[in-house]
């Protein structure tokens, strides 16, 4: 973990290099690929040892599947052998070598990679196979239209930038920032018609990185101080059990969860400020011309904390990671498209059983959350102050219905999952079923599902920007002009 933070402390600095000395406007495309690269390698070499050549075999086999299979197929077969491999490396770092240590290890990287090779075949298979008119509006502005070279492969898959903590970024954002083409973004004026203008010098992301610092900052101060005084166990303690009131208990389970994930903002956030220091991560500008730095932003803590459905709290919850499960899965389910979401991701986070009781808990707590939303919301939404009185009501479900559900994903193991579930009465699993038997659950139709507007009163503003950036693909591409690349991005922007 040492390892951990020494290497993104020292790829922050680099990208700070990387962004005043190989600025696109001095340097070629090659020798930002290059020194990306080896960066990237160095890093995980320093950090992980010779487990590091991991991800160079997973990168270099997938990219041999592309060339050999070819377009038709090669998404499929990439994403079978990656997250096999991935799934083979977890199994014998879990159950061989250290089961239930929470240890920085290569099953980290390993899964941002696995990311990034699925979400390229499937944009590859897009742009080359598949006809344009049988896209999603999102799907086309992602299709890459031209087999990437080695270099430019291993560069999206090992930049020190994401090697280590990700995020995942799609392959055409990667190589538009590569190659200097960021910052020809597309402006909206204040009155919705559309103003296309191009900045002629770079934004500085001086600002950005700074906030985000600070926000590490506080978050690893918080983790260090706070989080061991409330420890998750702590929930299935004997004691604690036979002696607190339901109300505590409940209490207890929220604050010890909410003091749980200081860790990942620290770890997310400071990935972010890596790349935008490097000059990566520009979203163009508000209404107002301010500078947005959030384009593979991974987590939005306000709108977690406060989120009033389980929806809102996974949308605004490793956002990345979010956006490739619907993108490799849930528009291209056939059947039940949510459970396979799930079940998708729960394979990919790993091994341990809590994972999978976690996210099974999950297909629960989304469905029956669903239900409740379109049959009963309508019904507080006209008086402001009822529609705030139910915003409070749903975001307390909210809070207490995630701290239950992501309990066993903390525990790891069976048997204390269960324990606590057992302890509990599984009150929250009945619930759900219950709901899911009494009220009809409307069908949506995948890919067109629109967000809903479950937000709190008080956050309403800063939900209707994440509605932006949740939708918001970037549409650069070499055999794409300028013009078509903006048009692009206006309609995922409008989807």
Not at 172 to 180: A, H, Q, S, V, W
Not at 311 to 326: E, R, S, V, Y
Not at 413 to 432: E, G, N, Q, R, W
Request: glycine residues 4%; proline residues 3%; charged residues 15%.
């Amino acid at each position: 973990q040492v390892n951990f933070v020494v290497c993104q402390l020292f790829a922050l600095l680099a990208a700070v290099w990387f962004r005043t000395y190989l600025h696109s406007s001095k340097t070629s495309p090659f020798i930002r690929h290059v020194v990306a690269t080896l960066l990237g390698l160095y890093l995980a070499l320093f950090c992980f040892g010779w487990y590091a050549l991991h991800f160079v075999i997973q990168s270099g086999i997938s990219y041999y599947i592309m060339i050999i299979i070819g377009v038709e197929n090669m998404h499929k077969y990439c994403f079978v052998f990656a997250l096999g491999y991935l799934t083979v490396c977890q199994i014998t770092r879990v159950y061989i070598f250290d089961y239930g240590q929470y240890s920085a290890d290569f099953s980290g990287p390993m899964m941002i990679i696995t990311q990034k090779i699925t979400s390229l075949a499937f944009e590859i298979h897009d742009g080359m196979f598949r006809k344009n008119e049988d896209l999603t509006p999102s799907q086309r502005c992602l299709a890459v239209r031209r087999m990437p070279s080695l270099l430019e492969y291993l560069s999206y898959n090992c930049n020190f930038m994401g090697i280590l903590a990700g995020p995942l970024c799609s392959y055409k954002d990667y190589i538009t920032f590569i190659e200097g083409r960021s910052y020809q973004l597309q402006q909206s004026e204040a009155n919705g018609k559309e103003d296309t203008k191009y900045e002629q010098t770079d934004p500085s992301p001086n600002i950005a990185v700074a906030q985000k610092l600070l926000i590490c900052g506080l978050s690893l101060l918080f983790h260090m101080t706070i989080t061991k005084t409330l420890p998750v166990e702590y929930n299935i303690d004997d004691n604690f059990r036979a002696t607190a009131s339901w109300p505590v208990r409940f209490f207890y389970l929220y604050v010890s969860l909410m003091a749980a994930r200081p860790k990942y903002y620290f770890a997310w956030t400071l990935a972010d400020a890596i790349n935008n220091a490097a000059g990566f991560g520009f979203r163009g500008y508000d209404k107002n011309g301010v500078t947005r730095w959030d384009l593979i932003s991974n987590l939005r803590i306000q709108q977690i904390e406060f989120s009033t459905s389980f929806k809102m709290f996974l949308d605004n919850w490793n956002i990345q990671t979010a956006l490739w499960l619907k993108r490799v899965c849930y528009e291209r389910a056939t059947f039940s498209p949510t459970i396979q979401t799930f079940i998708l991701s729960a394979i990919w986070h790993g091994v341990y059983p809590g994972y999978y009781l976690t996210f099974l808990t999950g297909v629960l707590m989304t469905l029956a959350a669903r239900a409740i939303r379109n049959n009963i919301r309508h019904y507080f939404v006209e008086s402001p102050a009822v529609k705030l009185c139910y915003d409070i009501v749903t975001w307390m479900a909210t809070q207490v219905a995630i701290s239950y559900t992501v309990v066993p994903f903390v525990l790891l193991s069976v048997k204390p999952s269960f324990t606590f579930y057992s302890s509990c009465y599984f009150c929250l699993h009945i619930a759900s079923i219950l709901v899911l038997l009494v009220f009809p659950l409307k069908r949506t139709q995948k890919g067109s599902e629109k967000h809903e507007s479950v937000q709190p009163v008080w956050s309403r503003k800063l939900e209707e920007e994440s509605l932006l950036q949740k939708n918001n693909y970037s549409t650069t591409n070499n055999s794409f002009s300028q013009k078509q690349e903006i048009t692009c991005r206006y309609q995922a922007l409008k989807q």
